[in-house]
């Protein structure tokens, strides 16, 4: 697809209301129409994190491909690895709609969907019954009315441990009520003891991590960060959307509730992501999201503290040529600093970032 085609399908999908647009993108990714990124296989860029051999660093985030339907078509457009979910045991509608808006000067999303999505058996089936292609993510969460929400967790190990590459366990939606609660040193404790236990009952070792909101203060960071190592937690995912409004071009849209996302969380994210690598140490895997839409902000999160990168928004501004063209110019970046390694890029800015305090 031509760079002019595929802003002239954008430009139409963006006269239709969001969510119907999302679903138009997902059918057109079945359709198998969409062209597959021509093959950027740059050594430089595979990367060794959590014991998984990810072919480059750019994953497709949790919420675009909430029911495990297009992971592979994902992974053919570039993506080094996909997160599907969020998954609840139950099936749940989430909220009334409308519940997508586009901040469109902002190149930014506020959303409010709450956790809908199709439960644990359809997503577990459709990932059986389909071949594989690409390093998976299961993302899992709590249904809204679990009356103990960390068997809900513990369900979603259970379920998908024979199809998973890593899981990611979300306590950070902020459209799920009280769910933001996890994150508590002690709610905290108890969700990683029970959840940790039951990836060690499986015969597979199967990385977790945890993905945290962007909206922490630093004494909530400090308890993360001694949890994740008490626990000895594979990994931790920075950050999922944030409640804030700081900084926004002028919309009516801004008032809606729900987690904003897009470019106006990369910097918040990035010094949540910087302040978490100095209390983690060099060895805890980190994930960056939030906010990236070129390889020069994919590699501004390595520089942050992070192993690997993760974008969404990015997508839905950029279209479904943006993860090759962010693999190419991640290429051209090693060429122009000389790099032999894209993880070369990581920490040199980590200093710089943890000293911001993180925007209100
Ligand atoms: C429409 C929408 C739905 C999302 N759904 C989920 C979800 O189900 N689970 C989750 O962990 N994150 C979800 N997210 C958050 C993203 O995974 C990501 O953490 C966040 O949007 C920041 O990255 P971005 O700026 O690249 O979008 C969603 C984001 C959007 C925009």
Redesign the pocket.
Known sequence: MSRFLDGMARRALFTLDPETAHGLSITALKSGLLPGCSANRDPRLAVNVAGLSFPNPLGM???YD?NAEVAAELARLGFGFVEV??LTPKPQAGNPKPR?FRLVTDHA?I?R?G?NNQGHAEAHARISGRRRAGILGI?IGANKDAADRIGDYVAGISCFADVADYFTV?VS?PNTPGLRNLQTREALSDLLGRVLAERDAKSKRIPVFL?IAPDLSEPDLDDIAAECLVQKLDGLIV???TLSRTGLNPDPKTAEAGGL??RP?FERSTIVLAKMRQRLGADMPLIG????DSAETAAEKMRAGADLVQ????FIYGGPLLPGRILRDLSRICDRENLTHISHLRDQKTAQYAALDIPE
Request: hydrophobic share 35%.
């Open positions: 985030a949790a919420g909430k979910g969020t997508i999303v959303n969907l956790f993302n979300n939606s993905k950050s999922n959307t996302s897009g969380v999201v939030g906010g990236i974008l969404y928004t990015g």
